[in-house]
Nanobody, 122 residues
Framework: QVQLAESGGGLVQAGGSLRLSCEAS????????MGWYRQPPGKERELVAV???????DYADSVKGRFTITRDNAKNAVYLQMDSLKPEDIAVYYC????????????????WGQGTQVTVSS
């Protein structure tokens, strides 16, 4: 019974900033990688950023230098700080977590947030 709750989306002007938050809740033993994906209108879902349990992060080339992903393991949360937003960033953003439910069996389940809309005016 794991659920990911997202917040922080909205409408901003080009060059502005938003901070997305995602918190996982439920019967969680541990969470390995966490990440953010986005789906622009009419396009396929794509990886934006991923972060390991220890805090090592990787980014898509399109957001490198503008977005920063962080996490708080004590809160089972992941964040995405988005600066210098462009109209090309318009999309529904989804958080993702690879969750281990039982310490007896080390198997990762993928869980997804419901999505939050990011709109950037030109």
């Amino acid at each position: 019974q794991v659920q990911l709750a997202e917040s922080g989306g909205g409408l901003v002007q080009a060059g502005g900033s938003l901070r997305l938050s995602c918190e996982a809740s439920g019967n969680i033993f541990s969470i390995n990688d966490m990440g953010w994906y986005r789906q622009p209108p009419g396009k396929e879902r794509e990886l934006v950023a991923v972060i390991t349990r220890r805090g090592s992060a990787d980014y898509a080339d399109s957001v490198k230098g503008r977005f920063t992903i962080t996490r708080d393991n004590a809160k089972n949360a992941v964040y995405l700080q988005m600066d210098s937003l462009k109209p090309e960033d318009i999309a529904v953003y989804y958080c993702n977590a690879r969750v281990v439910l039982d310490e007896d069996i080390r198997y990762e389940y993928d869980y997804w947030g419901q999505g939050t809309q990011v709109t950037v005016s030109s």
